[in-house]
């Protein structure tokens, strides 16, 4: 079983005055996240769907199956970048690579993944190869402040990355300075709906159960913080899609798997299956209350998007 840090172990956090990002260094926040993250697959197969895909998922029709609503997730994504097929793609925070391997199927891309997780990275790797694309996918482990990435990418995509690192602005001015110009960014993140919101819920303990508890380091601020720290990196704002409604049918049905399949999960990890539903649970029960999902669209460029047409 993979244990989690107790509060009494657990590195202190501060936030700074300036813009609300957590004072705490990169390396300590990818050691903390890394215990959720390297979790062993089969827990992570055991409530999500086939591909392992671990955001929110656009339900297009009432009856859409949650694989079926991935897979439209997968193609927002591609739309809101503007892929036509055979860019270089960055995907900052790969996870188990669904977003990284369908580019590379659907769209031609050639994909640099990057995870803090060794097993994640390790699972990647194997899945590529089984699907004849090794050649096309590059996958670094580690911390993306700490690494060489190159470039520059034709896009960017961080799904439910920025949350982890502390310093959002250094990361998203590196994002910016990888990319072509005109070059795309797609992130989308949880945050709370409001400031005021923000102050009162952050330290509450079914917060804390999601952010420390579950996660090691995540820093859920609103998203108002996020297009501030974007804007600062240098990027246009292109686009916001609030994607809320959509994360709460997705997490019911993460719940509703996770119950369903608590033996598998204990199995893979003995102690997780009662943590992992009160987080999913906690999770769901400030949608538009508390807590709102967006996704933004920006570009590398101060004169704003490209024009079309």
Partial sequence: MT???????????????RDGNLALAPGEARRATNEHYELPPEVFRAFL?????????????P???????QTAKLHFVAERLGLRGGECLLDIGCGWGSLTLFMVQEYDCEVTGVTPSA??????????AQLGVAGRVDIRIGSYTDLAIGGPY???????SIIHMPDRVAVLRKVYDSLHRQGRLYLSESCFRSDAVYQEFAARPG???????????????????????????GFSLAGLDDLTAHYHRTIEEWERRAEANSDRVE???????????????VANAGWGYTSKHFALTATKSRLGPKAVG
């Fill in 49 to 61: 769907d086939e591909r392992i895909k671990y955001s929110s998922a656009p339900y297009r029709t």
């Fill in 63 to 69: 009856n859409a199956t949650l694989e079926e609503a």
């Fill in 119 to 128: 097993p994640q990275a390790q699972y990647i790797r194997d899945k590529a």
């Fill in 267 to 281: 199995a893979a990890a003995p102690g997780m299956a009662e943590p992992l539903i009160q987080y999913l649970r």
């Fill in 207 to 233: 917060t804390r159960h999601v952010t420390e508890t579950i996660f090691g380091f995540a820093d859920m601020v609103p998203f108002s913080h996020i297009i501030q720290s974007t804007e600062s990196a």
């Fill in 3 to 17: 244990t989690h840090a107790t509060e009494d172990t657990r590195p202190a956090v501060v936030h700074t005055a």
């Fill in 154 to 160: 034709d896009a960017a995509t961080m799904l439910g």
